[in-house]
Nanobody
């Protein structure tokens, strides 16, 4: 499985941004996908998760209400919509996929940078 993120960039605070993660390869094995982020000098942080079955989403408390994770009908592209951007959202955003219902993620993308000023 390969994951490629896109949609990052520089944006002003208060505006919105949508990140995309396109999965390829043995995508039928993926049971859940997630977004993580890592700000400079900080540890990687879980942001949001979605089951490819569409049964549920989960968010870190720090982003609840502003972030929305979703997927397309083919279930091979996952999106992360970030509303009301704040400077603290500045980070490298990574997409991850897992072939298990829980535990560590097996596959990771290269990341897409989001900078909020």
């Amino acid at each position: 499985v390969q994951l490629v993120e896109s949609g990052g960039g520089s944006e002003q605070a208060g505006r919105s941004l949508t990140l995309s993660c396109a999965a390829s390869g043995y995508t039928s094995t993926i049971l859940r996908m997630a977004w993580f982020r890592q700000a400079s000098g900080k540890e990687r942080q879980f942001v949001a998760r979605i089951y490819t079955s569409g049964d549920g989403t989960w968010y870190d408390d720090s982003v609840q209400g502003r972030f929305t994770i979703s997927q397309d009908t083919s279930k091979t592209t996952v999106f992360l919509h970030i509303a009301s951007l704040i400077p603290e959202d500045t980070a490298m955003y990574y997409c991850a996929a897992s072939t298990a219902w829980q535990g560590d993620y097996d596959y990771w993308g290269q990341g897409t940078q989001v900078t909020v000023s």
